[in-house]
C-alpha cells in the first residue's frame, strides 16, 4: 500500500514569491491534514479536511495560505507570498474517519524564504 | 502557551540503557499517542495509548489520564533509536466532526555506542 505522498520535497524561495504544496493521501482516508513544523518544534496543525470539506482552518493564516481538497483525495497548500517566519516544514498527514489509530504521515516539503 | 510539555529537552545514552521520556498536557485529553522522527525523516506512529499500559516491542507507555500525563519507556536502547520523539494529545474539536492533535516539541535521544 503506498504511504502519503508530498511534493516537492524541497523549495527556496525569496520573500513575496508564491509557493504551492501538493500532497497524495493514502487511497480511502477521507481525512487529510496540514501541519507546519518550524525547527526544532513539534508539528502545529494549519488545517484539516474531512472529504472535500474544511473541518478547521482557524491556526491557517488566511491572508497568504489557502489550502484545496476539491475531490476529497488530493490537496493543495498555497502560501501567496512567502515571509521568512514561514520557513519550515510542511506535513501532509491522513487517517480514515479522523481516527489517530490510522494516522500515516508524509515526508513533508522543507521550505526556506531567504 | 505551550499545552504539550515534554522532558527532558533531550537524552544522551549508552548502548544497552534505559530511557524515560515524559509528556504532560495543561488540559485535559483522553487519547495520548507517541511519534517517532529521525532528522529529516516522516512522523511515524509508536504507540497509541488512550490509558493504562501499552507495550510494543521494546517500547512501553504508561498514560495516567487523570494527572494528564503519559511516559514512554525504552529498554536496552540501540544507536538506531537515535532521534526524536514527540508525544500528542488529541484535542476534541466540539461543534465539528473529527478531532486534531497537539504535539510537544519532542525528546532528542541519542544513543552512542
Known amino acids: 500500500e503506498a504511504g502519503v505522498t508530498q511534493s516537492p520535497r524541497y523549495a527556496v524561495l525569496q520573500e513575496g514569491q508564491a509557493v504551492s504544496f501538493w500532497c497524495d493521501p493514502i487511497s480511502g482516508h477521507d481525512t487529510l491534514y496540514w501541519y507546519q513544523q518550524p525547527r526544532d518544534q513539534g508539528p502545529q496543525l494549519l488545517v484539516y479536511f474531512r472529504d472535500e470539506a474544511v473541518i478547521d482552518n482557524s491556526q491557517l493564516p488566511s491572508d497568504r495560505f489557502s489550502a484545496v481538497r476539491p475531490k476529497g483525495t488530493n490537496s493543495t497548500l498555497k502560501i501567496q507570498s512567502a515571509k521568512q517566519g514561514d520557513t519550515a516544514t510542511y506535513l501532509c498527514?491522513?487517517?480514515?474517519?479522523?481516527?489517530?489509530?490510522?494516522?500515516?504521515f508524509g515526508s513533508g516539503t522543507r521550505l526556506t524564504v531567504l | 502557551e505551550q499545552q504539550v510539555q515534554q522532558s527532558p529537552a533531550s537524552l544522551v545514552l549508552q548502548e544497552a540503557e534505559n530511557a524515560e521520556l515524559q509528556c504532560s498536557f495543561s488540559i485535559f485529553t483522553n487519547q495520548v499517542q507517541w511519534f517517532y522522527q529521525r532528522p529529516g525523516g516522516r512522523l511515524v506512529s509508536l504507540l497509541y495509548?488512550?490509558?493504562g499500559t501499552k507495550q510494543s516491542g521494546r517500547l512501553t507507555s504508561t498514560t495516567v489520564i487523570k494527572e494528564r500525563r503519559s511516559s514512554l519507556h525504552i529498554s536496552s536502547s540501540q544507536i538506531t533509536d537515535s532521534g526524536t520523539y514527540l508525544c500528542a494529545m488529541e484535542r476534541t474539536n466540539y461543534g465539528s466532526s473529527g478531532n486534531k492533535l497537539i504535539f510537544g516539541i519532542g525528546t532528542l535521544l541519542s544513543v552512542k555506542p
Open positions: 495509548n488512550p490509558s
Open positions: 498527514a491522513s487517517s480514515l474517519g479522523g481516527s489517530a489509530e490510522t494516522l500515516y
